[in-house]
């Protein structure tokens, strides 16, 4: 799992950036040295990095500030309100199942020298807010805002994300507008800029790999600050957006609602292959080379080392029993980053998958990999064979294609299998083999039976196709 933090103490004030590469998700606690009071924005499901750093510092959390019902993730609110007992705060144009206290425009809460004010910016949803940041033993300027999904570093909030209720998307990207020029733009230029994600989040298309920065620099650089014209600023934020992944409504559905809790304590347990339901799925969480060398028959691979959440999401229904086939000491982590985003139908895990394939034949095999020349080779000599490409749009934009291949983003495979024919060869490719791998074993899971993998992906079919030439 990769994720770093960002830590400061300057003054009066502790603040710490939680940052989620897997996610590309930020969240964040500030507090206040004299007062020993602290809040926490946008919280992940995993709270301990929270509790850590509150008893690092001596400091009790006051409030969980929510941005907005995020769709990208299951929030952390309910098990950080149980455990500190904490106010959860919305804007007051939140509606939600459990309590929370609804804060209005201008909402101030006091942290000693800290203040911190609620400033309503609909747009990417309708309930959503940012939180400006003021440490007042540093002057009365403020210092930060915190502007949840409303604005990114070089993107803002998309508004067509299907979770709000007869609210269209054009509705909601003028809402975005006033927002953007009439709230957030209105700050100081010094003003710090910390946002609710980074690039490769499907919440913006545009986003920087940056994790913070300044008014004054987004007003440079920001293409969709640069638009003040409204009808300028409402085409150029909805177009070109990618399809949302499949779980994103079901989140924000979820983030809403009084849910179990997840326990970070939590031990998965050991199970057989007997023990696994037929309606289950095995989940590999292993590297593609290793489940290539062998693995358990109809079993899904996304492997951990990349997006993983979010890929499994987009294949893998909420009902559906999962039994997590891992490395070893890699399982509970599996499990934990599955929580991650509302996947919680873990039923255990596979122990001593080493023995088991190689003692047990029958129920494991092999995958399919070839290379570009291989690959060339059937091209010519079956017509039949189809090239299935699960990059993204911007990609195959950015760098091309191989002929005649067909586009399916892996986010969008669950929904596409119409455009493939179970009786005909496949092989599937991406940018590096990773999502490749995803996409065969999904695939194969559905009943596909002939599918490859291109090795090396598009990198290695253009350095054929360059070596060809020459």
């Not at 949840?148 to 003028?174: C, Q, W, Y």
Request: aromatic share 8%.
């Amino acid at each position: 799992m990769v994720e770093f933090s960002y830590s400061q103490t300057a003054g009066t004030m502790i603040f710490e950036q939680y940052y989620l590469e897997c996610l590309s998700q930020a969240s964040y606690l500030i507090g206040d040295k004299s007062s020993g009071k602290a809040i926490v924005i946008d919280p992940r499901r995993d709270i301990s990095p929270y509790l850590d750093t509150a008893e690092l510092h001596g400091l009790s959390i006051e409030w969980i500030l929510e941005t907005h019902f995020h769709a990208d993730f299951v929030s952390g609110h309910l098990e950080l309100a149980k455990k500190t007992k904490a106010n959860i705060g919305l804007s007051s144009e939140a509606n939600a199942e459990f309590d929370f206290t609804a804060l209005d425009n201008g909402h101030l809460i006091q942290l000693g020298d800290i203040t911190c004010e609620v400033l309503h910016t609909p747009g990417h949803t309708p309930e959503s807010m940012c939180v400006v940041v003021t440490d007042k033993s540093n002057g009365e300027d403020p210092w930060a805002i915190f502007t949840g999904d409303t604005m990114f570093i070089g993107d803002v909030g998309r508004p067509d994300l299907l979770v709000s209720i007869n609210r269209s998307a054009k509705e909601l990207a003028s809402e975005l507008y006033d927002s953007i020029h009439n709230v957030i733009m209105a700050l100081p230029d010094e003003t710090l800029v910390f946002p609710g994600h980074g690039a490769g989040s499907s919440c913006g298309k545009n986003l920087s790999t940056a994790t913070s920065s300044t008014i004054g620099d987004q007003r440079k650089s920001n293409y969709a600050v640069q638009a003040t014209d409204r009808e300028t600023f409402i085409k150029l934020v909805l177009e070109d957006q990618s399809p949302p992944p499949k779980y994103f409504s079901h989140d924000a559905s979820l983030n809403q609602k009084v849910r179990p809790l997840y326990d970070e304590s939590d031990i998965l347990t050991p199970i057989t292959l007997e023990d696994v339901p037929r309606e289950a799925v095995f989940l590999d969480t292993r590297s593609p080379e290793e489940y290539a060398m062998g693995h358990i028959k109809n079993s899904i691979n996304v492997g951990l080392a990349g997006r993983y959440a979010e890929f499994v999401g987009s294949l893998i229904s909420f009902e559906t029993p999962i039994a997590i086939v891992a490395n070893p000491s890699e399982e509970n982590e599996a499990r934990m980053r599955l929580a991650r985003v509302g996947l919680d139908n873990v039923i255990g895990y596979i122990p001593d998958l080493y023995n088991l394939l190689a003692l047990s034949t029958t129920n494991t095999l092999q995958s399919s990999r070839i290379t570009c020349f291989e690959t060339k080779s059937l091209l010519e000599k079956y017509s039949n064979l189809q090239i299935v490409d699960v990059r993204n749009k911007s990609e195959i934009s950015d760098s091309g294609s191989i002929d005649n291949s067909t586009p399916i983003p892996l986010s969008q495979l669950h929904n596409s299998l119409h455009k493939l024919h179970t009786e005909n060869p496949i092989i599937v490719y991406c940018a590096s083999g990773y999502r490749s791998s995803i996409a065969s074993s999904w695939l194969r899971h559905k009943g596909f039976s002939d599918v490859s993998e291109l090795i090396g992906g598009f990198p290695a079919w253009k350095l054929c196709e360059a070596t060809t030439k020459d």
